[in-house]
């Protein structure tokens, strides 16, 4: 036994030494540098439906973290956003179709659009009818009654749902006994787990306010409040705002950083919760926009250039008692995302086809020219 104590005694004593592995000191204290590296800028993503071959492309740049809540940004682009059908009242046959890009909102121009939690819907007119003066009738009073409808919801995760929500009113040009009362309207939503209302009754000519809360309890508060007023007979207005507050369930809260929500003067950034400026820009659809992020010493900037868009289409009447049709080649032009340029000196490019002028090719900071690719699940 003491001959086997005295072996172990004597392995241990000479054993040779062994060496931790221990981070290197200057590597492990260093703090990450903002905007140098995917962590704040992030990585852009190209999908393509495989339903319609529609793209859509995704670059995420992150905000400083707030307390509990933080707000999600960055660049968007959607072909199927680009264009839009509409209805011409009382117009020619040519009107009946809308081919040019969807009217401008202050975050959104031509299917690129920065990625903030939003509110859209749409105009239009219900119902129009005559009454006559006179007996045998001498002339005519005209009555019309406007809706909103098609409201979309876009929160914090970046899923879109559309809304059960609409209002009416009646159309300030035909107030003459006109009664819109009979028309359909909701004004509670509870579809898709998320619970949107609009004051009870609102039949004003201003867009409703909305409050939405998101399957997580976080709650957007959409003050809404501009004109809407008369509907044209040749288009609907589209119309979009962005929510004054956003509150999580504990009460921490983003603002936007103005209390301005008029798409005439709209706001151009966003509060954290510890009241720093977020994210803020300086507008969308110049050349040269800058986005400025708390922490990052350098701005983000989009260049715009102009395409043309030239496509064939065809039309037909789908009511009434009357038939048309037709075909037409419009020919116009769009304002779009030419270049995004990173804080680290990298870049995203964009090219763009001549026909529908929607992205054919994104150029990667990395140096790859990848057409859109198909992803099919």
């Not at 036994?1 to 004593?13: E, S």
């Not at 000479?14 to 200057?26: C, G, K, L, T, Y």
């Not at 260093?30 to 852009?44: D, S």
């Not at 707000?71 to 956003?81: A, I």
């Amino acid at each position: 036994m003491r001959t086997r104590l005295a072996v172990l005694a004597l392995l241990f004593c000479v054993s040779s030494p062994v060496f931790a592995q221990v981070p290197d000191p200057a590597v492990s204290t260093a703090a990450p540098v903002p905007g140098a590296g995917h962590n704040y800028i992030g990585v852009g993503v190209e999908i393509v439906n495989p339903a319609d071959g529609l793209l859509t492309f995704d670059l995420p740049i992150k905000t400083p973290a707030g307390r509990q809540l933080s707000l999600p940004f960055g660049f968007r682009y959607s072909s199927s956003e680009q264009f839009y059908l509409t209805n011409n009242f009382g117009g020619t046959t040519s009107g009946y179709l809308h081919y040019l890009a969807r009217p401008p909102l202050p975050w959104e121009v031509n299917g690129w659009s920065y990625d903030l939690p939003a509110l859209s819907g749409t105009a239009r007119i219900f119902a129009h009818w005559q009454t006559p003066i006179g007996s045998p009738p001498t002339s005519y009073i005209d009555h019309q009654c406007d809706v909103s409808q098609n409201f979309t919801f876009r929160g914090i995760g970046g899923a879109q749902y559309t809304l059960n929500l609409g209002t009416q009113w009646v159309d300030p040009g035909y107030t003459n006994g006109t009664n819109c009362y009979t028309v359909p309207a909701s004004y509670s939503s509870g579809s898709h787990g998320i619970l949107a209302t609009i004051p009870a009754n609102w039949n004003g000519t201003n867009a409703p306010p909305v409050t939405v809360l998101d399957q997580s309890g976080t709650s957007y508060s959409f003050p809404g409040g501009f004109y809407l007023g008369t509907v044209p007979g040749n288009d609907g207005p589209v119309w979009s705002y962005l929510p004054q507050t956003i509150t999580d369930r504990n009460g921490n809260q983003i603002s936007l950083k103005d209390n301005n929500n008029n798409p005439q003067n709209p706001a151009n950034g966003y509060l954290d919760t510890l009241g720093r400026t977020a994210v803020s820009w300086t507008g969308i659809g110049n050349n040269g926009d800058q986005v400025t992020i708390s922490g990052l010493s350098t701005n983000l900037t989009m260049h715009w250039t102009s395409v043309p868009v030239t496509f064939p289409e065809t039309f037909h009447n789908v009511a009434g008692t009357f038939t048309c049709g037709g075909a037409t080649t419009p020919s116009t032009s769009i304002n779009v995302v030419s270049e995004i340029d990173l804080p680290n000196g990298q870049k995203y490019s964009f090219s763009y086809d001549s026909t529908y002028g929607r992205v054919s090719k994104i150029s990667f900071p990395t140096g790859g020219d990848l057409p859109p690719v198909l992803v099919r699940p």
